[in-house]
């Protein structure tokens, strides 16, 4: 290889190393990942029922081990199979006691 070609090459690869990766993004806040959620599925709503519940649950998080179904579906990001699971997890083996035994959940 000539130095002509090294040159290139340590240019070419000083170059994209500034470039910036998608895993260096920093993530957007929680409403503005609703909104893109909002714009994304094209469903308009008056209202902004479900960000106050979001801003709710992340100032009283819900304790897993005592919480029902009713409040498990309030949070809107498990479905009812997967609630019911859950119910079904604890009443067997009793309380979580970290929140990566929700891996052992089934579904």
């Known amino acids: 290889m000539t130095r002509l070609q090294c040159i290139l090459l340590l240019l070419l690869l ?3 190393s500034f470039k910036k ?5 920093i993530p957007v806040n ?12 094209e469903e308009e709503t008056e209202d902004d029922l479900f960000l106050q519940e979001l801003e709710y ?10 919480a029902d179904a009713n ?7 498990i479905t009812d ?3 019911a699971n859950l ?16 891996q052992a959940v089934p579904s």
Do not use: D
């Open 14 to 16: 000083f170059v994209f």
């Open 21 to 25: 990766t998608k895993a260096q993004e």
């Open 30 to 41: 929680t409403e503005q990942q609703l909104e893109n959620l909002v714009l994304a599925t």
């Open 57 to 66: 649950f992340r100032k009283n998080p819900l304790n897993l081990n005592t």
């Open 71 to 77: 409040e498990l579906r309030r949070l809107r990001i």
């Open 81 to 83: 199979l997967q609630i």
């Open 87 to 102: 119910i079904s997890y604890r009443s067997l083996l009793g309380n979580l006691l970290n929140i990566y035994e929700l």
